[in-house]
């Protein structure tokens, strides 16, 4: 074989084995990238359901849990604080009906409930003013927070936003609009999901 075949020959080889390097390469670099566009665990842990064993939460107590980075309260109910609500003027609140409330469609009425659930109340314990926590406030009759004319609800410190015990929010204060209701079910009597859609319309 003559000199020019043999060049020819390793030009050849050497092109190809230059191509497949260097599609390795590229390959190699792309899986990562392609990699990065993937939600992380973290990121998927985050937006996951979270699911609540409510079974030991007493009539009157809350629960504080994290979904998608944000406080949920869970509080329950008693008797008491659900016939509450129907001595409250719907004049006094900004909201009566949640007409523009951020809450499931299942979701209804002044408990802001599921039906057969009205003692838990489900929400997102960030205020619509500004965001800050609201403070839990049950206490009937509460001298700081207008006397016999509070019947219970929460209270936010930041810039004194009040909410009924259904996070309907009062008329003269600076959140605008009820306290959100997130997507939420239940597994069985005892287990609570948050971040599910309840099958009941």
């Known amino acids: 074989m003559s000199n020019d075949g043999v060049n020819h020959s390793r030009r050849k080889f050497l092109l190809g084995a230059t191509g497949v390097v260097g599609g390795a390469g590229i390959v190699g670099a792309a899986v990562p990238f392609v990699a990065s566009w993937q939600p992380s665990a973290k990121a998927k842990a985050a937006g996951a359901p979270v699911r609540v064993n409510i079974s030991s939460l007493e009539a009157g107590g809350r629960l504080v849990v994290e979904w998608r980075g944000k406080p949920v309260y869970i509080v329950r109910?008693?008797?008491?604080?659900?016939?509450?609500?129907?001595?409250?003027?719907?004049?006094?609140?900004?909201?009566?009906?949640?007409?523009?409330?951020?809450?499931?469609?299942?979701?209804?009425?002044?408990?802001?409930?599921?039906?057969?659930?009205?003692?838990?109340?489900?929400?997102?314990?960030?205020?619509?003013?500004?965001?800050?926590?609201?403070?839990?406030?049950?206490?009937?009759?509460?001298?700081?927070l207008g006397g016999d004319q509070w019947l219970g609800g929460f209270f936010c410190p930041c810039h004194g936003s009040t909410f009924d015990m259904s996070g309907r929010v009062f008329v003269n204060v600076p959140a605008p609009t009820n306290l959100e209701i997130p997507p939420h079910n239940y597994e069985s009597d005892d287990v609570l999901v948050i971040g599910i859609d309840s099958e009941v319309a």
């Open 77 to 144: 109910r008693t008797q008491e604080s659900l016939d509450a609500l129907n001595q409250i003027e719907s004049a006094s609140l900004k909201d009566a009906n949640s007409e523009s409330a951020k809450q499931p469609a299942y979701v209804g009425g002044k408990a802001r409930s599921l039906q057969g659930k009205e003692e838990v109340l489900v929400l997102v314990g960030l205020c619509t003013h500004l965001g800050c926590a609201p403070m839990y406030r049950p206490d009937v009759g509460a001298a700081d």
